[in-house]
């Protein structure tokens, strides 16, 4: 059974970090992949908001911008310099929406680590090499220090013992309120295994009676996340084992994406409850957690969630 500490703070307020694991991944079919360090700009004055600053906070933004790194061909040969506005279609393959799966083709993974009395810095994993000079070409007065990036090709084998890090987003599907209310949508378009129109649950928060640790309810729901359907396999494989536990800081993140086609401009706030866990765990099946960890864990991958940092136990630990 995992062992598990709690600590909570206020959103704006993160504990600071103890350790900082040397961030790693691994691949399928031996796929290079990339791992990207951008140092943002907040400066030293929280009254005296930097741009940088003001961007972090509204993850939607941070999303879009880091998919500007990702231009089709026929954009990047039109706009070098990046002086036409952003439009979605010259970014399709990495700017995906909240529920496209992650893999080691499509999407990438990001997360915003707060550095105590520092500028935050957000990790970047991708299928593809990023050009972080055309994303930020318009706008490098958001970054502290020329982004940094390499390629990397590790493995992973059964028994290994590896100290991980993940911002996740706590939910889950309900077909219900809690007073009742059907909270199931049915997709005519969508047909289930016998050919009739599917159901779909809402995505709702993770909650906890009032009387509950966190903790006894956050770390079983994510030991269930070990669990990977692979190819040519009928049941799902328990890729990882979690052997310790710590939840750093749970929180709200939020964004806001501006609807500008409707006949009058709207903003549609987006709130997602987070926590970031740290701890060990031992991979049970190395292809299956792979595949997790290309993939990433969980929902609202494209909102910051889901990257799963990992290092290497040392012996004195």
Avoid at 113 to 138: E, R, T
Wanted: glycine share 6%.
């Amino acid at each position: 059974m995992a062992r598990c500490h709690t600590q909570e703070t206020h959103r704006n307020h993160p504990i600071p970090f103890t350790r900082k694991p040397q961030t790693f991944f691994a691949t399928r079919g031996g796929l290079t992949m990339y791992l990207s360090h951008l140092l943002i700009d907040v400066g030293t004055n929280p009254d005296r908001p930097r741009p940088g600053r003001l961007w972090l906070r509204n993850i939607y933004h941070v999303h879009q911008r880091l998919s500007m790194a990702f231009p089709t061909t026929q954009r990047k040969t039109n706009d070098p310099h990046f002086l036409k506005p952003y439009n979605p279609a010259d970014f399709p393959l990495h700017n995906l929406g909240n529920h496209v799966s992650r893999n080691e083709n499509t999407g990438f993974l990001f997360r915003i680590d707060p550095v105590p009395g520092g500028n935050p810095l957000i990790i970047v994993q991708s299928s593809l090499k990023p050009n972080w000079d055309y994303a930020f070409n318009n706008a490098a007065f958001l970054l502290a220090a020329p982004p940094q990036c390499r390629d990397f090709l590790p493995n992973f084998n059964k028994g290994d013992h590896l100290r991980f890090r993940i911002l996740i987003n706590l939910s889950k599907k309900a077909r219900t309120s809690h007073d009742g209310t059907p909270l199931t949508k049915v997709k005519e378009n969508i047909l289930d295994n016998q050919n009739r129109p599917k159901s779909q649950s809402k995505r709702v928060a993770l909650t906890w009676d009032a009387n509950q640790n966190p903790q006894d309810v956050i770390i079983p729901w994510f030991s269930r996340k070990a669990y990977v359907t692979c190819q040519n396999q009928t049941q799902p494989i328990q890729a990882f084992h979690l052997k310790q536990c710590e939840i750093l800081r749970m929180g709200w993140i939020i964004g806001w994406k501006n609807h500008h086609a409707a006949p009058e401009p709207t903003s549609q706030k987006m709130k997602f409850r987070s926590a970031l866990l740290e701890g060990v765990l031992e991979v049970s099946h190395p292809q299956a957690f792979a595949k997790l960890v290309a993939s990433g864990i969980g929902s609202a991958k494209a909102f910051g969630f889901g990257l799963l940092s990992l290092s290497p136990v040392s012996s004195a630990q």
